[in-house]
């Protein structure tokens, strides 16, 4: 099966290694925003994750990184959100595992176990953050950090990126910020992007996040299920997106 032909909502699931993968939750984001008054951050984090989980029944949830939104020590709240997700992927039988980020500073003291700089899983997979190279290989790569999103059709889209001959030359996915308060970088306005293991940008196949609600609050409707839409290599796409 290819990186990205599982892509549960805002997650990727590995079905070789049984593992779930997350990225960018950015616990305390939604406190700065005017939505996170409207919107329950840590009730909206628990509940998507809830459901992809419930969707793909993994032994491992991985956090790949920025689980954290403060540099620094996370408030109170946050500490709380973050032990909140971690007994939640407990609750359901399976394994948490945090890889830090360049925002998890503070991870370490509030994170109920240790906190990684990348995860080997079973099936040879390297998950990492993606701000900073990997000091191990992998057999392909799964990394978060940009927080990609593309407009399409006039609207700003949060989107998967797939390169099959990426980092290393081989095959690498960047996940979409799970966080839905987190900004999304419009990758159809680059042509570099702040990640080393996304070498060549215009080589990626964006897949947008579909079936979800207005990007602040990111909740599907009642009879919506977010799914991927995968479009071809971003060269081949910028001809027909407006810039």
Do not use: Q
Not at 130 to 149: I, S
Not at 174 to 193: D, K, N, Q, Y
């Amino acid at each position: 099966m290819a990186l990205h032909d599982d892509t549960p909502g805002r997650a990727a699931f590995l079905p070789a290694a049984s593992a779930l993968v997350v990225a960018d939750l950015h616990v305390g984001r939604g406190a700065a925003t005017n939505a996170g008054l409207l919107l329950n951050e840590r009730r909206d984090l628990l509940d998507r994750l809830a459901a992809a989980m419930d969707s793909t029944n993994p032994e491992t949830v991985v956090f790949a990184g920025d689980l954290c939104h403060r540099f620094g020590a996370p408030s109170a709240r946050s500490a709380g959100t973050v032990r909140a997700l971690a007994g939640a992927v407990r609750a359901r039988g399976a394994r948490p595992v945090a890889v830090a980020g360049n925002h998890d500073v503070g991870l370490p003291s509030v994170w109920p176990g240790p906190v990684h700089d990348a995860v080997r899983l079973d099936d040879g997979t390297l998950v990492c953050h993606g701000h900073e190279e990997p000091d191990e290989e992998g057999n392909r790569y799964v990394c978060g950090h940009l927080h990609p999103a593309i407009e399409i059709e006039g609207r700003k889209r949060d989107c998967f990126l797939y390169d099959p001959a990426g980092y290393r030359g081989r095959p690498t996915l960047t996940l979409p910020a799970f966080s839905t308060f987190a900004a999304g970088l419009r990758i159809e306005r680059r042509t570099a992007v702040d990640s080393p293991l996304v070498p060549d940008i215009d080589a990626v196949r964006p897949g947008v996040v579909a079936g979800e609600g207005p990007r602040s609050s990111g909740r599907a409707s009642a009879d919506e299920t977010p799914e991927t839409l995968w479009f071809p290599p971003l060269a081949d796409l910028r001809p027909h997106l407006r810039r």
